[in-house]
């Protein structure tokens, strides 16, 4: 599956920003999908990850109750609502997917995904 992300851009500290994620291709709906994070100097990190039914998600520690990730079954895409951001939410934003056989599943590790957006940068000033 092909991935675009949207939605990007220089925010203040506590604002919000929406992040969108466009999936082009066959059988979406099987597809488990995540969001990662890789601010400068560092390695890249799990964010945010949503099951292929859409009713079970997972966050990481640090954007607990600000984020939210969601998807749209009819539309291909998923979303990450980021509200309340800080400065250290700075980094370029990654839309990855999976195939998965369960609805139970979600996937929080990098080399669980198999297809990765191009990434988008997300600012956040003092």
């Known amino acids: 599956v092909q991935l675009v992300e949207s939605g990007g851009g220089l925010v203040q500290a506590g604002g919000s920003l929406r992040l969108s994620c466009a999936a082009s291709?066959?059988?979406?709906?099987?597809?488990?999908m995540g969001w990662f994070r890789r601010a400068p100097g560092k390695a890249r990190e799990f964010v945010a990850a949503?099951?292929?039914?859409?009713?079970?998600?997972y966050y990481t520690e640090s954007v607990k109750g600000r984020f939210t990730i969601s998807r749209d079954g009819a539309k291909n895409t998923v979303d990450l609502q980021m509200n309340s951001v800080k400065p250290e939410d700075t980094a370029v934003y990654y839309c990855?997917?999976?195939?998965?056989?369960?609805?139970?599943?979600?996937?929080?590790?990098?080399?669980?995904?198999?297809?990765w957006g191009q990434g988008i940068q997300v600012t956040v000033s003092s």
């Open positions: 990855a997917a999976r195939t998965t056989r369960s609805t139970l599943y979600y996937y929080t590790a990098e080399n669980d995904y198999y297809d």
């Open positions: 291709g066959r059988a979406f709906s099987r597809y488990a």
């Open positions: 949503i099951n292929y039914s859409g009713d079970t998600t």
